[in-house]
């Protein structure tokens, strides 16, 4: 089960990287500012409502040094050519070497978004709770990494309610904080949009995954329901999981419907859809539908 579609990725990747020239700019020429830089910014408190801010990482002071500053724009230019390995590498001896940088919510961000692509959910879920630490209201990495706890179990997985229950927190808490969301100054109205939707998508499909796992199947129709009608290219997990959850309902014409689009995009579930199909009609025929 993949954890989210390439095109979700490349749209938050897009807006992450359009907020990057701003912070570029403002690191040049850092060895002539004789003034002391301010202090790294201090873990927050957990806020009683949702504070605004941008959906992408505000501007940062620049570097204490020259070898900061490099090492930064290295780290910039692997994003831009989107070398997850070597991107991985350089944030990895970033966060290491400068622990106390005020570029490093910029780098732990980055890293669960590598972390994510290679798979490596461990490391993605550690890099995503030192930012959260630091940047608690950051809605793409509550929602990338809320939605891929919820996905990435198995029989093995230990404690499994309380992974959950940190799925549902962290995806609820990005949806909360999507309404009050900034557009930042370089970014346009269209990419700001589709980061947002794309982000509550995910956030979405990572609330019905926590359901659907749960047992909890109407609970779960909603949300998937807002997860395919938000991305602009489905993933089929969620339409699979939309049809199981009909199913289990009750709502049988619906569960034909979600498997059919299911079925209908190129992919690993397109046989396991098609034959859904074909019991979900059956089972509209030999029993009775509940009431929406």
């Known amino acids: 089960m993949k954890?989210?579609?390439n095109y979700r990725m490349n749209v938050i990747l897009a807006a992450f990287l359009l907020a990057i020239p701003a912070t570029s700019a403002q690191s040049q020429g850092t060895q002539q500012q004789p003034t002391q830089p301010a202090p790294a910014q201090a873990p927050s408190q957990k806020p009683s409502s949702p504070q605004a801010a941008?959906?992408?990482?505000?501007?940062?002071?620049?570097?204490v040094s020259a070898e900061e500053d490099a090492a930064i724009k290295a780290f910039r230019e692997s994003m831009k050519e989107k070398d997850a390995t070597n991107m991985e590498k350089l944030g990895e001896a970033f966060v290491q070497k400068y622990p106390e940088s005020r570029y490093r919510v910029e780098v732990y961000s980055m890293l669960v978004r590598g972390y994510y692509s290679s798979g490596q959910v461990d490391k993605m879920e550690a890099a995503g709770d030192k930012e959260l630490a630091l940047q608690p209201?950051?809605?793409?990495t509550l929602a990338l990494v809320g939605s891929t706890l919820a996905r990435a179990m198995n029989a093995s997985t230990p404690d499994p309610q309380k992974r959950l229950a940190k799925s549902e927190q962290y995806c609820q808490k990005a949806l909360d904080l999507l309404p009050t969301q900034v557009k930042p100054e370089n970014m346009s109205d269209e990419v700001f949009l589709n980061a947002k939707n794309e982000t509550a998508a995910i956030a979405h499909s990572g609330l019905g995954l926590v359901a659907f796992r749960r047992g909890k199947y109407t609970d779960a129709i909603p949300h998937l329901e807002q997860s395919v009608k938000l991305d602009s290219q489905p993933d089929p997990v969620d339409y699979y999981l939309l049809g199981i959850s009909n199913e289990k309902a009750s709502h049988f014409?619906?569960?034909?419907?979600?498997?059919?689009k299911c079925a209908a995009i190129p992919g690993g579930l397109q046989t396991t859809c098609t034959q859904d199909i074909e019991a979900a009609k059956k089972l509209a025929v030999t029993q009775l539908s509940a009431p929406k």
């Open 253 to 260: 014409d619906d569960a034909v419907a979600a498997f059919a």
């Open 54 to 63: 941008p959906l992408t990482l505000d501007s940062a002071p620049p570097p």
């Open 3 to 5: 954890y989210c579609s």
């Open 137 to 140: 209201n950051d809605p793409q």
